[in-house]
Nanobody, 124 residues
Framework: QVQLVESGGGSVTAGGSLRLSCAAT????????MGWYRETPGNQRQMVAV?????????ADSVKGRFTISRDNAKDKNSMYLQMDNLKPEDTGVYYC????????????????WGQGTQVTVSS
């Protein structure tokens, strides 16, 4: 079964940068869309940035101009990155990698895939 594995979280002071990475463990298909979501205590998981297989992107207003999402140009494009610059304390949370696969023809592997999450902590 395909799994998503994140890396790159950590602790930084405000104004610093981090780069998150996400990779699929197997190469069975190409996700239609991939994205990063942030979860904080007591709050629902919220979209930070998403990118489709044609590299079209969308960002949460709070991160526009500071974060950049990208996908690997390898054959299956199932590696994804989030470059986070000028980090703020409110960016703190657990960041989850997500991949959505919805083929035209029904498939048993279609669905929504999540990574295990990686902690990002920004101190003031």
């Amino acid at each position: 079964q395909v799994q998503l594995v994140e890396s790159g979280g950590g602790s930084v002071t405000a104004g610093g940068s981090l780069r998150l990475s996400c990779a699929a463990t197997e190469h069975m298909f190409t996700f239609n869309i991939m994205g990063w979501y942030r979860e904080t205590p007591g709050n629902q998981r919220q979209m930070v940035a998403v990118i489709n297989r044609n590299d079209l992107t969308n960002y949460a207003d709070s991160v526009k101009g500071r974060f950049t999402i990208s996908r690997d140009n390898a054959k299956d494009k199932n590696s994804m990155y989030l470059q986070m610059d000028n980090l703020k304390p409110e960016d703190t949370g657990v960041y989850y990698c997500n991949g959505g696969y919805q083929p035209v023809i029904s498939s048993p592997v279609a669905g929504n895939y999540w990574g295990q999450g990686t902690q990002v902590t920004v101190s003031s």
